[in-house]
């Protein structure tokens, strides 16, 4: 594609991930039958479902509604195979808390990169709470064997501000002798302590603490899933870098604790605007207007890290157009991704020209270059690839990715809304 584009209309991005995947497992565990609207069907929560339909739930889908017919916080069947997650970190880390307290032993297991993934950060909290649950190959990786046990509530400090650590112990916590408490350095995203309190938990938050009682039942809801802020970027970054472009992107979820690139955005100078803000089923809510900037350069550390740590492949996009050095720091939890997300951009962004060196906890770009196609290496990593879609629109020559499928993970369909707004 040519620099002479330019991107104009109104968009809807999938729902968001992390809801979508929540929103299965807690309906699962909640007695009644749990309406799941705007779900997202990309391959990561589609390995949810098959977990949960392997331990007996029933899960209906009905034109991309979905509907989840709780067995009730017991009511988990012994799987006869393995569960696998496929590429789904989010469903191995969530779903190991809730097996430690079941009634039966398991094994479950991913992809080649799900294997290389950190797991010692859940098998650790969970076992001080006497969950029995071992990496088969002895290496704090996946495949896991967890058998069910009584668990113990804990006060847990964690050395990652992590969501998938906290809900971890948090789902575990629903099965505790007493109340259990995880502490980060920053607020993670909250969706697991906004969900849980929506069907039925007590759950609470004081400072970067949250806390939770054990529950006796929980009660199925209605769950409208917004679209996803991590997808939307994508399309943030695109309405900011093509000239002449104005995209209207409608129905995003903008949790405080995710919307750390409409920040970054605007401290880069980005014309980005919230309309028609709104709460539905306890999400923040709104529709993002976003017209083409100069964007300048910024630094990006410390606590807003956990807020965008999904969004810098695309962060670092913006940085490699925007003038002078952006620095990103403090997010060394890039490595442990889907791949090592610092080394695939800056090599990538290398080899199409840009001046940029990593670091050991992140990346400096020295932003303004002018850049060029190249095959990009996605490692089959999903944003990273799309990362590279977006950057090629705004460039004379071809940006080539080395797998395209890869985006079926989070957003089946992304190329064809570049498309639609050609």
């Known amino acids: 594609m040519t620099n002479n584009i330019r991107l104009k209309g109104e968009i809807t991005v999938p729902g968001d991930k992390s809801i979508s995947h929540r929103a299965v497992m ?7 039958t749990t309406k799941i609207t705007n779900f997202l069907q990309g391959a990561d929560c589609l390995s949810t479902i098959a977990c949960f339909k392997q331990m007996g739930i029933d899960i209906t889908n009905d034109n991309g509604t979905i509907y989840v017919h709780g067995n009730g916080l017991y009511g988990l069947k012994a799987p006869k195979d393995t569960l696998y997650v496929g590429n789904s970190g989010t469903t191995i880390r969530l779903m190991s808390g ?14 080649a990169s799900i294997r290389k993934r950190p797991m010692k950060r859940i098998i650790e909290p ?17 495949p896991l064997k967890i058998t069910g046990n009584k668990l113990n509530a804990i006060d847990y400090t964690s050395k990652v501000a992590s969501a998938q650590v906290k809900s971890s112990i948090l789902l575990a916590g629903l099965y505790a002798d007493g109340i259990t408490s995880v502490t980060e350095p920053y607020i993670s995203r909250n969706h697991s302590e906004l969900m849980l309190t929506a069907f039925g938990a007590n759950v609470w938050t004081t400072d970067t603490t949250a806390h939770i009682e054990p529950a006796t039942e929980l009660f199925a809801t209605e769950v409208n899933v917004p679209g996803d802020i991590s997808s939307a970027a994508y399309f943030i970054a695109a309405g900011l870098i093509v000239p002449g472009s104005e995209l209207l992107i409608k129905n995003v ?5 995710r919307d750390g690139i409409i920040r970054v955005v605007k401290a880069m100078g980005g014309n ?19 017209k083409h900037s ?69 990346m400096i770009i020295n932003g303004g270059k002018e850049l060029h196609g190249a095959t990009i290496q996605t490692n089959l990593d999903h944003r990273i690839a799309m990362s590279f879609a977006i ?32």
């Open 26 to 32: 807690f309906g699962s565990l909640a007695k009644g």
């Open 391 to 422: 950057a090629g629109l705004n460039i004379d020559s071809e940006v080539k990715l080395d797998d395209y499928d890869c985006v079926n993970v989070s957003y089946p369909g992304f190329f064809e809304t570049i498309e639609s707004l050609l």
């Open 272 to 290: 980005i605007s919230l309309l028609n803000e709104r709460t539905v089923a306890g999400e923040a809510v709104a529709d993002i207007l976003v």
């Open 126 to 142: 969970l076992s001080m709470m006497n969950a029995n649950i071992s990496s088969i190959d002895d290496n704090f990786c996946a």
């Open 294 to 362: 100069n964007l300048h350069a910024t630094t990006i550390e410390g606590e807003i890290i956990p807020t965008l740590i999904d969004e810098i492949p695309i962060i670092a996009i913006l940085a490699a157009f925007a003038d002078g050095t952006t620095t990103i720091k403090d997010a060394a939890e890039l490595k442990v991704k889907e791949s090592n997300r610092i080394d695939l951009m800056v090599n990538n962004l290398k080899a199409m020209g840009a001046d940029i060196v990593a670091t050991d906890d992140g």
């Open 253 to 257: 979820g903008i949790n405080p604790t």
């Open 98 to 111: 809730i097996l430690s307290a079941q009634n039966f032993t398991c094994t479950v297991d991913g992809d």
